[in-house]
């Protein structure tokens, strides 16, 4: 194990670091980062562990590992944890590699892998880290087109969905609206802008790159 990856509180929008981290949202809509300095960085709720989940009963005490293999992050789950590892809502089974921007599930809690310095040409580069829809997971998906909704067909002065609005259509709370909003700012690297300008920014970026469609919304 290499040394502890110490944990750092960030208000949203704070400044990108230019090393892989993992990232966590709390609920005041702090962010959560530990920076993987050492080639390998532990997973689980136990306190010996790099990456400590504290509160989540799903998590086992050591749960998965990431490990850097030639200069390639990658996420392993060796049946160490009772109740698996996913990645992009896919369960890992042995080593999978990992992209800027993945979101990586043990129990009930979501880190999102964030690897600034990534520009391999075969996935999100910094210069535009768009996700492909394959990068979404259902449930954000369904929050992408219902904060577009407003724009059906085209319509002029159309704004984005309130979250209010996101969460009667979708039967959600507002608090999972917002948590599901957050990620996709942060998977489409928009979290930087100002609050008034994200929601309207993320509706263009989508519809734009073919995410979203008016046709069918």
């Not at 005041?28 to 689980?44: F, K, N, S």
């Not at 010996?48 to 509160?55: C, E």
């Not at 990992?98 to 979101?103: A, G, I, M, S």
Request: aromatic share 4%; net charge neutral; hydrophobic share 35%.
């Amino acid at each position: 194990m290499g040394e502890p990856s110490e944990m750092a509180v960030v208000p949203a929008g704070g400044r990108e670091p230019a090393e892989p981290y993992l990232s966590r949202w709390g609920a005041q809509a702090e962010q959560c980062r530990w920076p993987l300095h050492a080639g390998v960085a532990t997973i689980g709720r136990g306190p010996s562990a790099d990456v400590v989940i504290d509160g989540d009963l799903q998590v086992s005490r050591l749960h998965s590992t990431l490990e850097r293999v030639a200069g390639v992050w990658t996420i392993v789950d060796n049946g160490l944890s009772r109740n698996g590892t996913f990645v992009n809502d896919r369960r890992v089974a042995g080593r999978v590699q990992l992209h800027d921007r993945d979101e990586i599930r043990v129990g009930c809690t979501v880190l999102t892998f964030c690897a600034p310095s990534e520009v391999d040409g075969l996935h999100t580069l910094v210069s535009e880290p768009l996700p492909t829809s394959a990068r979404l997971t259902p449930a954000q998906r369904t929050v992408l087109v219902a904060l577009c909704r407003p724009y059906k067909d085209e319509r002029p002065y159309a704004t984005p969905s309130t979250n209010q609005q996101i969460a009667d259509e979708l039967s959600l709370s507002l608090d999972a609206v917002k948590t599901h909003l957050r990620s996709l700012f942060h998977k489409f690297g928009i979290d930087h802008l100002p609050q008034n300008q994200k929601r309207a920014r993320l509706v263009e970026m989508a519809i734009q790159h073919g995410l979203v469609s008016t046709r069918n919304l």
